[in-house]
C-alpha cells in the first residue's frame, strides 16, 4: 500500500505538472526523488494518472501514462497544451535513446513499453544469452584443459582473463565477454585467473552468491574481494612468483592481452615484482627478477583460441548526437582539449574510454554493446588534426560522414591507433602525449616512454562533469522518461 507520505507526494506531483508550474514543480520532485511515482497498489493504481511533461526540443505536448485498474495495463497518450521546450514522448526516447517507443502485449495481455532498435536484437534474441548459451555447452573442466595446453604452448604459467575490453569499459561487447564464456559467472565486474593447476575468480560482493552458483567449485576457487585473509591479485601473483622463483631459479611468466588490461594495472603489478625481487634478494646487487609480463604479441588471446563460436567485433553504425541535445559543437570541444594540450605542453591527446569518444564527436551508437549508445573507436587530438579509429562501417550513413567531415574529422582503421601514436613521437623526440593511464589500455600506453607521456586526467573528464544547459534538461527528460516507465513496470509487476 502507499503510505500516506507517498500518496501526498504523488498528489503534489500530478496537481505541480497540470498547472506546469516550473516551481511548484521542483518543490513536487523534492518530495519524490528521480521523479519516481510508484503506484504501490491497486487502489493507488485507480486513484492516479502520472502527468509528465515532454522532453526539450521541439513543439511537444506533455504525456500521460494512465494506470488501469482492472488490467495493470498502461497506456501514453498525447495530452494538452504545446510548449517550445517539450516535444512529444516518441520524440524524446528516439533521440536520446536511438530508437523508437512501441507496445507489445505479453504477460496474459498486458502491454509493456518497449524500444525498437534497427540494430540491437530484441530482448528474446540477446547476445548476452549467446554467450551464455555457448559457455554452458563445455564443461569447466575442458574449458581449463584447453586454456592450460594453450599457456604451456605460449610458454606462460599464469593467465589473467578480466572482464574488460579494449576500451576498459564496465558492460563490454559480447566477443569481449571472455571471462564469462571462461568461468560461466557473467556479472559486469571479475577477473579469472588460471594456473596450470588452479583456477581462480575475484569479485566483488554484489556478486558473492552469483558467483558461487555460477562457477564449477571442482574447478574454480572463489576469491571474495576486499574480504579477510583474501589477496588482491596482485598479492597472489607476487607470492605465487616469489615461491616459483624460490623453488624453480626463475621467473614466473603472466601472461596478459595487453589491450584489455589498464596501463595502470601493469605498472602495478611490476612494481610489485620488483619489491618483492629486492625482498628475497640475497645480495642488494643482484636483485632476481621473480616475474616477467607477457603480453604474446602477435598471437590471439588464449581464450579467443578456444572459443570456437565467438561472436564477431561488432561494427553498428554511428548515428549523430543533434545539437539541441548535446549543446556543444564538435569544434568547440576540440579547441578546448587544444588548450589542455598547451596548458599540458603535449603534442597529441589519447582517447580509449568509449564515452569520451561519443561525447568529443557529438554520436552515439546501439548495438555495439547491448545496454550502452556507446561505439568501439578511438580518438586523438593533435593542434593539427582529429581523428577517429574505427570499423569504416561505422561511418558509413551519410548523415555521419557529413557531420565528421564538417568538424574536419579524419577517420583512420581501428587498428592503426597504436601505429599512429609511434609515428607522432617519432616524428619528433621533443613530442609529448597526454594519455590517462587509469582509463588506457597497456597496449597503448607501453608505446609512450616515460619521458615523453603526460599522465593526467585527459580534458574531456572535466567537460562531461560541467553539463552545459541543453545537457541538463536532457537530464531532466531522461528522469521523466524513466520515471514513467518505472511507474508502468510497478503497476505491471503488482497486477
Known sequence: MMTAAATTAAAALVSSLHSHSRRATKSALALVPCCLVFVASAASARAFSLTTVGGAGEAARAIILDISSSSGASSFRNFGARSERSPNFSSVIANTRGGALGFKSKFGGKSILTRHFSSVPTLEESTMDLVKSAASKIPAGEKLAAMRAKMEENGVDVYIVPSDDPHLSEYVPTAYMRRGFLTDFHGSAGTALVTKDKAYLWTDSRYFNEATLSLDSSHWELMKQSQPKVPTITKFLTDLATTHCQSNKSALRVGMDAYVHSASFAKELNDAFAVAGKDIAEDENDTPVIAVIDTLDGKPNIVDSIWEERPPLP????????????????????????????EKKATLAVFGALDDIAYLFNVRCMGDIETCPVGIAYATVSHDEVTLYCNEEKVKPDDV???????????????????DVQSHLASNTRNKVWLDNSRSNYAVSRVIPEANLVDAQNAITPMKACKNTAEMEGMRQAHIVDGAAMAHFMAWLEH
Open 315 to 342: 561494427k553498428n553504425p554511428f548515428r549523430v548526437h543533434p545539437m539541441k541535445y548535446s549543446g556543444m559543437s564538435v569544434e568547440d570541444k576540440v579547441a578546448k582539449i587544444r588548450e589542455g594540450l598547451t
Open 401 to 419: 560522414a557529413a557531420h565528421l567531415q564538417s568538424a574536419n574529422v579524419i577517420v583512420k582503421p581501428y587498428d592503426n591507433v597504436v601505429l
